[in-house]
């Protein structure tokens, strides 16, 4: 299922491209989701980029070892704590799985429209850790999309097909920073798809907070990922908690480690394998 939003921006309109339908798109998820730091490139040729596109990050190791050094230097600044190279490449890794999957997942939310998004049209700036999206036109929606009628859209049968594409378009995207990160990471394949798996689910359960609709949110993204689907090697898998006053709350339990809790060994994320629900329950009544 997919969630259409009412928003003039997101209408097709007078837009007579998939780049500038993208883009407003894109700016609308920046200004609903507080924690996704993302711009949209200016299409000017002329004006200075910053920072290290996502390719670079699979074909340049300097501009790999660039991106973690910036990492590990947020890290100090922000928690006073110097964290080890393997910390650093996960923490990055899940940044940016988590911003990118949302920039793809956040358009189907809202849209129901798949963009593909390439690791040469996302750029990161190393010192403000805000990415950059340059919008293509590449998009896939279902037949009767008014979407459908711009140059370069693709349509999909039936909404398990756009599903389907989102979770390909998702998984070819990250494959190839996997490769180049694992060294770094240390950690084997099922771990590195279960940390994106993690970051594509919570990003679509992350906007439906911020939109007021966790329960359809949480419906979404169990429809995406029912149970494990390759290279995912599991599903959304929420489940209820019970409250002290009988209110039932939303969690779940990553399968792949943000390693935060090496950083701040009393905070670990509120879905980490870390955290009993006795806390999590604790956690969320206190807000």
Same mark, same amino acid.
């Given at each position: 299922?997919?969630?259409?939003?009412?928003?003039?921006?997101?209408?097709?309109?007078?837009? !007579?491209? *998939?780049?500038?339908?993208?883009?407003?798109?894109?700016?609308?998820?920046?200004? *609903?989701?507080?924690?996704?730091?993302?711009?949209?490139?200016?299409?000017? =040729?002329?004006?200075?980029?910053?920072?290290?596109?996502?390719?670079?990050? !699979?074909?340049?190791?300097?501009?790999?070892?660039?991106?973690?050094?910036?990492?590990?230097?947020?890290?100090?600044?922000?928690? @006073?704590?110097?964290?080890?190279?393997?910390?650093?490449?996960?923490?990055?890794?899940?940044?940016?799985?988590?911003?990118?999957?949302? #920039?793809?997942?956040?358009?189907?939310?809202?849209?129901?429209?798949?963009?593909?998004?390439?690791?040469?049209?996302?750029?990161?700036?190393?010192?403000?850790?805000?990415?950059?999206?340059?919008?293509?036109?590449?998009?896939?929606?279902?037949?009767?999309?008014?979407?459908?009628?711009?140059?370069?859209?693709?349509?999909?049968?039936?909404?398990?097909?756009?599903?389907?594409?989102?979770?390909?378009?998702?998984? @070819?995207?990250?494959?190839?920073?996997?490769?180049?990160?694992?060294?770094?990471?240390?950690?084997?394949?099922?771990?590195?798809?279960?940390?994106?798996? @993690?970051?594509?689910?919570?990003?679509?359960?992350?906007?439906?907070?911020? #939109?007021?609709?966790?329960?359809?949110?949480?419906?979404?993204?169990?429809?995406?990922? =029912?149970?494990?689907?390759?290279?995912?090697?599991?599903?959304?898998?929420?489940?209820? #908690?019970?409250?002290? @006053?009988?209110?039932?709350?939303?969690?779940? !339990?990553?399968?792949?480690?943000?390693?935060?809790?090496?950083?701040?060994?009393?905070?670990?994320?509120? !879905?980490?394998?870390?955290?009993?629900?006795?806390?999590?329950?604790?956690?969320?009544?206190?807000?």
């Amino acid at each position: 299922m997919t969630v259409a939003v009412a928003v003039e921006t997101l209408s097709t309109g007078a837009v !007579t491209s *998939v780049s500038r339908l993208l883009a407003g798109t894109y700016r609308q998820l920046g200004e *609903v989701c507080e924690a996704l730091t993302v711009r949209v490139a200016d299409p000017d =040729p002329t004006v200075t980029q910053m920072g290290v596109t996502g390719a670079e990050l !699979t074909k340049n190791q300097d501009a790999l070892d660039a991106f973690l050094l910036a990492e590990s230097t947020r890290i100090q600044d922000r928690y @006073d704590h110097t964290p080890r190279r393997d910390v650093a490449a996960s923490r990055a890794l899940h940044d940016y799985a988590w911003s990118v999957g949302l #920039l793809m997942s956040g358009v189907w939310y809202l849209t129901g429209r798949v963009p593909r998004v390439h690791p040469e049209d996302v750029r990161i700036d190393l010192t403000t850790g805000v990415f950059e999206i340059s919008p293509r036109s590449d998009l896939t929606c279902l037949p009767g999309d008014p979407a459908a009628a711009l140059p370069g859209a693709l349509t999909a049968p039936h909404e398990e097909a756009l599903r389907a594409e989102l979770r390909v378009a998702v998984a @070819d995207h990250m494959e190839p920073l996997l490769s180049a990160i694992a060294p770094h990471i240390r950690r084997g394949p099922r771990a590195l798809w279960g940390m994106v798996t @993690d970051d594509l689910v919570s990003g679509i359960w992350y906007l439906g907070r911020m #939109l007021g609709q966790e329960p359809v949110a949480v419906r979404a993204a169990t429809a995406l990922l =029912p149970s494990a689907v390759a290279p995912y090697p599991g599903g959304a898998d929420f489940r209820r #908690l019970a409250g002290s @006053d009988g209110r039932q709350h939303t969690t779940r !339990t990553r399968m792949g480690c943000c390693m935060y809790y090496t950083i701040r060994p009393a905070e670990a994320c509120s !879905t980490c394998p870390r955290t009993c629900d006795a806390e999590r329950l604790r956690r969320i009544e206190e807000d």
